[in-house]
Protein backbone atom coordinates (compact mmCIF):
# COMPACT_ATOMS: atom_id res chain seq x y z
CA UNK A 1 0.00 0.00 0.00
CA UNK A 2 1.52 3.34 -0.89
CA UNK A 3 0.39 6.61 1.17
CA UNK A 4 0.36 9.97 0.03
CA UNK A 5 0.20 12.49 2.46
CA UNK A 6 -1.03 16.15 1.88
CA UNK A 7 -2.26 19.67 4.12
CA UNK A 8 0.68 20.53 5.85
CA UNK A 9 1.84 23.94 5.93
CA UNK A 10 2.75 27.37 8.14
CA UNK A 11 0.27 28.27 10.51
CA UNK A 12 0.31 31.00 13.52
CA UNK A 13 -0.49 29.63 16.94
CA UNK A 14 -4.24 28.87 17.80
CA UNK A 15 -4.43 28.39 13.61
CA UNK A 16 -6.14 24.93 12.10
CA UNK A 17 -4.60 22.86 9.41
CA UNK A 18 -6.63 19.70 7.94
CA UNK A 19 -4.01 16.87 6.58
CA UNK A 20 -5.17 13.94 4.50
CA UNK A 21 -3.70 10.82 3.13
CA UNK A 22 -4.84 8.67 0.53
CA UNK A 23 -4.46 4.89 0.13
CA UNK A 24 -3.09 3.58 -3.23
CA UNK A 25 -5.86 0.76 -2.66
CA UNK A 26 -8.66 -0.47 -0.78
CA UNK A 27 -7.68 -0.62 2.78
CA UNK A 28 -11.19 1.07 4.53
CA UNK A 29 -12.11 -3.20 4.90
CA UNK A 30 -9.08 -4.10 6.45
CA UNK A 31 -7.25 -1.56 8.55
CA UNK A 32 -6.73 0.65 10.85
CA UNK A 33 -5.11 4.02 9.86
CA UNK A 34 -3.50 7.18 11.70
CA UNK A 35 -0.40 9.14 12.22
CA UNK A 36 2.41 9.49 14.13
CA UNK A 37 4.22 12.55 14.02
CA UNK A 38 8.27 13.40 14.37
CA UNK A 39 10.94 16.14 14.75
CA UNK A 40 14.42 16.37 14.43
CA UNK A 41 16.80 14.23 16.82
CA UNK A 42 13.69 12.99 18.46
CA UNK A 43 11.58 9.43 17.96
CA UNK A 44 8.36 9.01 16.24
CA UNK A 45 5.42 9.56 18.13
CA UNK A 46 2.19 8.68 18.14
CA UNK A 47 -0.70 10.95 17.76
CA UNK A 48 -3.80 9.54 16.17
CA UNK A 49 -5.56 6.48 14.65
CA UNK A 50 -8.80 5.45 13.62
CA UNK A 51 -10.02 1.53 13.19
CA UNK A 52 -11.32 0.63 9.74
CA UNK A 53 -14.70 1.24 9.95
CA UNK A 54 -14.33 4.95 11.69
CA UNK A 55 -16.09 4.47 14.49
CA UNK A 56 -12.89 4.20 17.72
CA UNK A 57 -10.66 6.70 17.56
CA UNK A 58 -7.22 6.83 19.98
CA UNK A 59 -5.34 9.94 20.32
CA UNK A 60 -2.19 10.96 22.15
CA UNK A 61 -2.64 12.70 25.67
CA UNK A 62 -0.84 16.16 24.04
CA UNK A 63 -3.74 16.44 21.21
CA UNK A 64 -6.76 15.58 22.55
CA UNK A 65 -9.51 17.72 22.49
CA UNK A 66 -7.62 20.13 20.04
CA UNK A 67 -7.01 17.17 16.82
CA UNK A 68 -9.48 14.79 15.25
CA UNK A 69 -9.06 11.60 13.31
CA UNK A 70 -11.33 10.68 10.64
CA UNK A 71 -11.92 8.59 7.82
CA UNK A 72 -13.79 8.34 3.88
CA UNK A 73 -13.62 4.72 3.27
CA UNK A 74 -14.91 5.61 -0.17
CA UNK A 75 -12.17 7.58 -1.05
CA UNK A 76 -9.75 5.16 0.48
CA UNK A 77 -8.19 8.41 2.81
CA UNK A 78 -7.90 9.31 6.31
CA UNK A 79 -7.89 13.02 7.72
CA UNK A 80 -6.44 14.88 10.68
CA UNK A 81 -8.29 17.91 11.71
CA UNK A 82 -6.03 20.41 13.89
CA UNK A 83 -7.15 22.96 15.84
CA UNK A 84 -5.00 25.31 18.49
CA UNK A 85 -2.34 24.88 17.09
CA UNK A 86 0.71 24.93 19.33
CA UNK A 87 4.53 25.61 18.44
CA UNK A 88 5.24 22.21 19.97
CA UNK A 89 2.81 21.02 17.14
CA UNK A 90 6.08 21.50 14.87
CA UNK A 91 6.85 18.32 13.27
CA UNK A 92 6.75 16.20 9.62
CA UNK A 93 3.13 14.28 10.23
CA UNK A 94 3.19 10.74 8.77
CA UNK A 95 0.45 8.57 8.18
CA UNK A 96 0.09 5.10 8.69
CA UNK A 97 -1.87 1.68 7.83
CA UNK A 98 -2.23 -0.49 10.88
CA UNK A 99 -1.61 -4.10 10.45
CA UNK A 100 -4.56 -4.79 11.93
CA UNK A 101 -8.29 -3.44 11.26
CA UNK A 102 -8.41 -2.08 15.28
CA UNK A 103 -5.81 0.40 16.06
CA UNK A 104 -2.84 -1.96 17.38
CA UNK A 105 0.03 0.25 18.03
CA UNK A 106 1.97 -1.78 14.64
CA UNK A 107 1.96 0.01 11.66
CA UNK A 108 2.44 -1.50 7.93
CA UNK A 109 2.91 0.84 6.17
CA UNK A 110 3.78 4.99 6.01
CA UNK A 111 3.43 8.26 4.01
CA UNK A 112 5.99 10.38 2.89
CA UNK A 113 5.35 13.07 5.67
CA UNK A 114 4.12 16.55 5.47
CA UNK A 115 5.47 19.29 7.35
CA UNK A 116 3.69 21.20 9.93
CA UNK A 117 4.99 24.16 10.98
CA UNK A 118 3.75 26.62 13.90
CA UNK A 119 4.58 29.87 14.08
CA UNK A 120 4.80 31.66 17.94
Known amino acids: VQLQASGGGLVQTGGSLRLSCRASRRTGSNNAMGWYRQTPGKEREFVSCVDWRGGTTSHADAVKGRFTISRDNAKDTVYLQMNSLKPEDTAVYYC??????????????WGQGTLVTVSS
Open 96 to 109: FVDRRSMCSGSPQS
